[in-house]
């Protein structure tokens, strides 16, 4: 068994979802300083690829990063390098679909922060940058957590916009997931279910591993108010 | 060491227009909820930005709309303190501290001041525990100790023992005296308790609706508070609507009797709404006349007593005045018990009737 699929699926995942937390915490910990009219439709149009078919998505990014489109014309004219039908074109549509997923997770971790803490962090001299790595984050540790895992779950699975923007060329943007497609589309029915327990192993231990960190979460939320 | 503050902010229908200053002594804002008086600290300690105005500590200006500046809260060096003390949860309490004292660029001038602080607390044996192993008591402690090493300009207290319970007041309350005495610079303190703000402040200024309305020190304000919030929040359980009858005297519609008022403050009775006549003030003239004019005495019927623990509150209300409003009048438990009679004569002295504004 080529074993190809399973580490571009993890290094495709693996690096979406290192960009989509930083891209996550950021548009969570910014928005929710925003007037209310513009969160509210940014946060329409962030959470967007959570519910949009995967081939809508696939659609779009090919529409930008297509060869004879905007973007991907004047990268392949300037760097000689085409955004599609290479692996890492997969981390486009993992980040895109995977976004939503640390970014609501994210703010309804902010969200349940206590802003005196920070105004308190404010008013001993800490730097804000600190009260953020420091405070804030500790703080909702676990909810970003558990948005983390998922949002690497879920990039592991996607097989939509992958499919779409980065093709099925084995051995170099073949997946877990479109490789399954792929071997049953050629009736290898035995490989192919190899693979489906494969991604059923992955699929187990990643959603015990959320359930844990958020059974975690409950022993220990902070009980600063008990006297 | 000083502070000024001259600022306005309007929050939806709420206008907050507050001016004070205060010196190297503990001014305590006194005012109910919706005062404003918590958004004033927030105001110095730069949490929340004035539309309008200046604020100036130690010379320092902090804020100030027309020259536009504008410090950030770390800048000020105002060291608030929240009623629920804000410790980091996920820290430990010598890692609270230490943060406090992060300003501190010299590595061993920061240890040393968080040894003497932690020593000076008394926190030698908690400095492992993190603040959910605290009692209320000791999270205050924690809380002081995290905002004294870092060494603030001024001191701003928001309802300090609000997430305390009774008994352990008293005894924190001592604490705290000790702690704003040692601090020795200028300490602004937020309460709606009138016995905490008299026994920790040396002047106060009473907040109604997003306005001062009245200054003075303590002893003034408790003697003569000046508006009716300002009574009330002082613990002035009666309080009536009046109206002027002559230089002396005055009607007290809701109480249905005349009362006769002490000249000098007869002088501007004019804007002078209501009386109001603390509950201990008012004397029992059950014994026969002894010489004195038996000025603002009345026969009262009694509605109801109700037994706290040391004392009396007789609830009286103006003999054959049927509509008017009853009154508070706090007996002690042995007098009131030699005696107990259905209708009372007694006397609202006049020096005791406080006049107030709206």
Known sequence: ?227 | MSIYVDIEKSYGTFHLSVQLDAGDETLALLGGSGSGKSLTLKCIAGIERPDRGSIVVDGVTLFDSERRIDLSPQERRTGLVFQNYALFPHMTVLENIRAGARREPDAKKRTDSVDRIVDRFGLGCLTGHTPAMLSGGQQQRVALARILVSEPRILLLDEPFSALDGHLRHRLEDELKQVIESFGKTVVLVSHNRREVFRLSDRIAVLEEGRVGAVGTREEIFRNPGTRSGAVLTGCKNISRIRRKGDRLVEATDWGIDLFVDAELADDAEQKEYAGIRSHDIAWAGHANSGNPPENVYRFDVLDEIENPFSYTVILRAQGQSDAEPMQWDMDKPAWERIRTPSVDVCLPPEFILLLKK
């Open chain 1, 1 to 227: 068994m080529d074993w190809f699929p399973l580490l571009n699926s993890l290094r495709i995942a693996g690096i979406s979802t290192a960009f989509i937390f930083f891209a996550g915490l950021f548009a969570a910990y910014y928005i929710a300083k925003t007037p209310p009219v513009v969160k509210g439709l940014l946060d329409v149009v962030l959470t967007l690829p959570l519910v949009l078919p995967p081939t809508v998505i696939g659609y779009a990014l090919l529409r930008i990063l297509g060869p004879n489109r905007l973007v991907g014309a004047w990268v392949l004219h300037v760097f000689g390098v085409r955004l599609t039908m290479t692996w890492w074109s997969a981390v486009f549509a993992t980040s895109v679909v995977i976004f939503p997923l640390m970014y609501r997770t994210a703010r309804g971790a902010f969200e349940s922060f206590d802003e005196t803490l920070a105004y308190s962090g404010q008013s001993i001299g800490l730097s804000n940058t600190y009260i953020f790595w420091r405070i804030r984050m500790p703080y909702c540790r676990q909810g970003i957590l558990a948005g983390t895992v998922l949002a690497f779950a879920r990039a592991l699975g996607e097989y939509g916009a992958t499919s779409m923007v980065a093709g099925y060329i084995p051995g170099v943007t073949a997946t877990v997931s479109t490789t399954v497609y792929q071997l049953w589309r050629t009736n290898d029915d035995a490989l192919a279910f190899r693979w489906v327990t494969v991604n059923l192993a992955i699929s187990f231990v990643v959603l015990l591993a959320v359930n844990l960190i958020e059974k975690s979460n409950e022993k220990s939320k902070p009980d600063r108010y008990r006297m």
